[in-house]
């Protein structure tokens, strides 16, 4: 998984905060790490994950 691109964006879910482009890199072992921080709250990441072909979108919202 280390070769994948990943697009995402995180939204907050009331529409009281702009969306957040968030860049993701990858740190090993099929794990990746956001350069952006969110701010404190509720937010919906959503996930465009892309390797060779493959495309997954994902969905998953974060607690406060």
């Known amino acids: 998984l280390s070769d994948a ?5 995180a939204e907050h879910p009331l529409g ?3 969306d957040i482009p968030l860049h993701f890199r990858s740190v090993g072992d099929g794990r990746f790490l956001s ?4 701010p404190a709250g509720r937010w919906r990441l ?4 892309r390797k060779q072909d493959q495309r ?5 919202d974060l607690p406060a």
């Open 35 to 38: 350069a952006e921080s969110l």
């Open 5 to 9: 691109r990943i697009a995402a964006v």
């Open 56 to 60: 997954s979108r994902f969905m998953k």
């Open 46 to 49: 959503k996930l465009d994950i």
């Open 16 to 18: 009281l905060e702009a």
